[in-house]
C-alpha cells in the first residue's frame, strides 16, 4: 500500500494514514472505507507516517503513534484522561513513567516537547504541580511569548497567515500550544484605516461573546468599534498595544497581537470563523468591494489592480470613516 504510483501511494499529511483507490465491493480488510469525489478510498493508519504534532505519549514513546488534536491543551484532553486513568490501573505505560527510564539529559521538559520553548530539561522528575517554572510558564511567561506565522500569504498587497482564522468583521483567532486563544485586527484592516492614536481596550477578566462591539480603535477623534470574534474570558491584554498602538500596524500577527482568551471549548469557538480557502475567497472579495469604493472617490484604477498600501483612509478620507467601518468591521 506504499508504493509510489499515481493511484497508490502514501500521504504525508500528520494523521499517519496511507492510502489508495479501491473498487465499490472491494472489503477493506482493516481499512476504513471512505468516498471521496465520487471515488472509493481505503485509509488507514500507518505508524511509518510523520505526526505533525506528536502527542506526548508518542514522544515519550508509550505508544506507538498519536498526533495531537487538542492544541496540546492536556488538561481538556480526552484521550490524556482516558490514558492516565489506564496508566492508574497498570494497563498503559504512563508517558511520565516512560519519560523517567531515560538518562537525566535526555529527560525534555514537557514544554519543549510540545514546542513552546527551545529544549530544556526536566529538573523536578515530571512531577509539574512542583515546579516553579511550569507554573511561571503558565501564569505569565506564555502569554507574552508570541511567535510570528509559518506561512503568509499576500492577496493585493495585504498579508494573509494560512495558521489562523478569520472572522468577517477582520479580526484574527490562533489557538496556542496550551489552548490559549491569541487574538488581533488583520493587515486589511489596519492598512484600511491606517495606524491608530490609541484602542480602547477592555481589561483582564472581561468577557468577550462572539459578533459583539468589544473594543474600539481611535483615530484623530474618530473610533472604529471592532467585533469579537469568539467569546471567551480575557486573561491577558498586550501591554506593548498601549503604550506604542503602531506596534499592531508593524505586527499585525505577532508582537500586536491584542488579546490572549480563555474560552471552555477552543475547537467549538472556530466553527464559526473561516481557514485556508475559505479565508482566500473572502478576503479576494473584500479586496474586490474596496476597489469599487475607491473608484467611486477616485476613478479608475490602474488595469493590473496593483497592490495597496498603508493607511488607504489617510490617502483617500472621501472614502469616509463611517462607510469604512461599516463596510468591513460590520459595526
Not at 488538561?75 to 527510564?101: F, I, N, P
Not at 493587515?187 to 495606524?195: E, P, R
Not at 482568551?261 to 475559505?278: C, E, I, N, R
Request: charged fraction near 25%; proline fraction near 5%.
Amino acid at each position: 500500500m506504499a508504493g509510489n504510483s499515481k493511484d497508490n501511494r502514501r500521504d504525508h499529511i500528520g494523521y499517519g494514514t496511507t492510502y489508495r483507490r479501491g473498487a465499490g465491493d472491494e472489503p477493506a480488510r482493516g481499512a476504513i472505507k471512505t468516498v471521496l469525489g465520487g471515488q472509493t478510498w481505503l485509509v488507514k493508519p500507518d505508524q511509518k507516517a510523520t505526526a505533525a504534532h506528536p502527542c506526548l505519549w508518542m514522544q515519550a514513546g508509550a505508544v506507538k503513534f498519536k498526533n495531537c488534536t487538542n492544541f496540546y491543551d492536556c488538561a481538556t484532553c480526552t484521550y490524556d484522561h482516558a490514558m492516565g486513568e489506564k496508566a492508574k490501573s497498570g494497563k498503559q505505560v504512563g508517558w511520565q513513567d516512560a519519560m523517567r527510564l531515560r538518562p537525566e539529559m535526555g529527560r525534555a521538559c514537557r514544554h519543549s516537547l510540545t514546542g513552546r520553548i527551545a529544549r530544556r530539561t526536566c529538573a523536578y522528575n515530571y512531577e509539574c504541580a512542583a515546579c516553579d517554572f511550569d507554573q511561571f510558564f503558565e501564569e505569565v511567561w506564555s502569554a507574552k511569548t508570541t511567535t510570528a506565522p509559518d506561512e503568509v500569504m499576500s492577496i493585493r498587497g495585504f498579508d494573509v497567515p494560512t495558521d489562523h482564522f478569520f472572522h468577517e468583521g477582520h479580526t484574527w483567532v490562533r489557538i496556542e500550544s496550551g489552548g490559549a486563544i491569541r487574538v488581533g485586527m488583520d493587515d486589511f484592516a489596519l492598512k484600511l484605516l491606517g495606524a491608530a492614536d490609541g484602542y480602547d481596550l477592555p481589561l483582564m477578566g472581561k468577557e468577550f461573546h462572539p459578533g459583539k462591539p468589544s473594543w474600539g480603535l481611535k483615530r484623530k477623534g474618530k473610533t472604529a468599534d471592532v467585533l469579537s470574534p469568539l467569546g471567551g474570558v480575557i486573561l491577558e491584554v498586550n501591554p506593548r498595544v498601549r503604550e506604542v498602538p503602531a506596534a499592531v500596524n508593524r505586527e499585525p500577527y505577532a508582537g500586536g497581537w491584542l488579546f490572549l482568551v480563555h474560552t471552555p471549548d477552543p475547537k467549538a469557538s472556530l466553527k464559526t470563523l473561516m481557514s485556508d480557502q475559505q479565508t482566500v475567497s473572502w478576503m479576494k472579495a473584500e479586496v474586490a468591494q474596496l476597489e469599487h469604493m475607491i473608484e467611486d472617490v477616485a476613478g479608475p484604477l490602474a488595469a493590473d489592480g496593483g497592490y495597496f498600501s498603508d493607511d488607504i483612509y489617510g490617502h483617500l478620507p472621501g472614502l469616509g470613516w463611517e462607510r469604512l467601518t461599516q463596510a468591513f468591521l460590520r459595526t
